[in-house]
């Protein structure tokens, strides 16, 4: 269980909300070149009753729709207003990249490398600065919703630090298909919730610039059964049986284009395959060269380049080296 850092009125922004409280908090860090103000909505739903409270993101590189289609859902079913504590949703923290379906900020920096970020910096280790010292400190446990990036498409996945037993047992409890052992990034945001002692699941699937209703339903749905292990889930939501595990994924490689051409893929994300299996085609467009990808070992295909085109060293497959699946 969440350890529970809550007091009576949740301080956020310099407002006050009380509990059992509908609010939404408008979070501007700086405006446009027009001078048109540019805010990001911080929607925060607190029950009457005590608890802890679950920050839940999306957004944070502006052109990954995916995690935003997952949080819109969380407001829109009102799967965030919990039976005891508070729920934050930031559906998009990047909205500078969501107005120009762009990863970076205007500074050209990816904010989820310039955490926790500068009082004085760039425009984005500024908006890090005032996320880490305004509204973290709040929370007592995150979700933060990801995609692959480019044309590269993501089996829907948790990732951990698996040296923490107990985000472990809170991924296995989330149940993507897939989780992922996964070191923090120095400068993302992840990296800093674990310095600051707080619990972060994130969770990645599908691409950038697209929307996955499968991966935003495996989304939703892990949120949905983490809130009711948190006693947060109000009982009038019915969670489906899931027949599955998730699987531990310990450690995995990238196989990388040989040649460049056109690239044909002829496997799909999750999928196992055999060692010496083919897993896709790279051809020139004469007619003239045909090379087959061929499975490096026995695994589970993570990650699929869907890019109609490759260059020599390219990224193309993320494949699983070692699992347990318990």
């Known amino acids: 269980m969440v350890d529970s850092k809550e007091t009576n009125v949740l301080k956020i922004l310099g407002e006050e909300i009380q509990m059992n409280t509908s609010k939404t908090i408008n979070f501007?860090?700086?405006d446009l070149y027009t001078s048109t103000k540019v805010e990001i909505p911080i929607?925060?739903?607190?029950?009457?009753?005590?608890?802890?409270?679950?920050?839940?993101?999306?957004?944070?590189?502006?052109?990954?729709?995916?995690?935003?289609?997952?949080?819109r859902q969380i407001i829109a079913k009102k799967i965030n207003?919990?039976?005891?504590g508070t729920i934050i949703c930031i559906p998009i923290l990047?909205?500078?990249?969501?107005?120009?379906?762009?990863?970076?900020?205007?500074?050209?920096?990816?904010?989820?490398?310039?955490f926790p970020g500068t009082k004085n910096g760039s425009l984005a280790s500024r908006f890090a600065y005032q996320f880490?010292?305004?509204?973290?400190?709040?929370?007592?446990?995150?979700?933060?919703?990801?995609t692959g990036g480019g044309s590269r498409f993501n089996a829907?996945?948790?990732?951990?630090?698996?040296?923490?037993?107990?985000?472990l047992e809170l991924a296995s409890i989330f149940n993507a298909p897939f989780t992922m052992i996964s070191k923090e990034l120095s400068g993302s945001y992840r990296a800093t919730c674990a310095k600051k002692g707080i619990k972060i699941l994130l969770f990645e699937g599908g691409k950038s610039q697209n929307s996955n209703k499968d991966i935003a339903r495996e989304g939703v749905l892990g949120s949905m059964r983490v809130l009711q292990h948190l006693e947060m889930l109000d009982t009038s939501f019915t969670l489906p049986l899931i027949e599955r595990s998730t699987i531990l994924i310990k450690k995995t490689t990238w196989i990388r284009a040989k040649f460049s051409g056109l690239?044909?893929?002829?496997?799909?994300?999750?999928?196992?395959?055999?060692?010496?299996?083919?897993?896709a085609t790279i051809t020139d467009p004469y007619g003239k060269m045909r090379y087959v990808v061929k499975a490096p070992n026995d695994g589970y295909i993570i990650n699929v380049n869907e890019a109609p085109i490759?260059?020599?060293?390219?990224?193309?497959?993320?494949?699983?080296?070692?699992?347990?699946?318990?």
């Not at 120009?100 to 904010?111: E, H, I, K, N, Q």
Request: one cysteine or more; hydrophobic letters at 40%; charged letters at 20%.
């Open 81 to 84: 207003k919990p039976a005891r």
């Open 263 to 279: 690239l044909h893929p002829k496997v799909i994300c999750g999928q196992h395959v055999l060692k010496g299996e083919s897993l």
């Open 156 to 167: 829907p996945h948790i990732r951990v630090d698996g040296k923490d037993s107990s985000l």
């Open 94 to 114: 990047n909205v500078f990249g969501f107005l120009m379906m762009d990863r970076f900020f205007p500074d050209g920096r990816d904010l989820n490398r310039v």
């Open 43 to 71: 929607i925060i739903e607190r029950s009457k009753n005590p608890g802890p409270t679950v920050l839940i993101t999306g957004g944070i590189h502006g052109d990954e729709i995916n995690g935003v289609e997952v949080v």
């Open 132 to 146: 880490v010292n305004e509204i973290l400190p709040v929370a007592d446990f995150c979700l933060d919703f990801h």
């Open 310 to 326: 490759t260059y020599q060293g390219d990224a193309i497959f993320h494949i699983s080296t070692m699992i347990d699946n318990g």
């Open 28 to 30: 501007n860090i700086a």
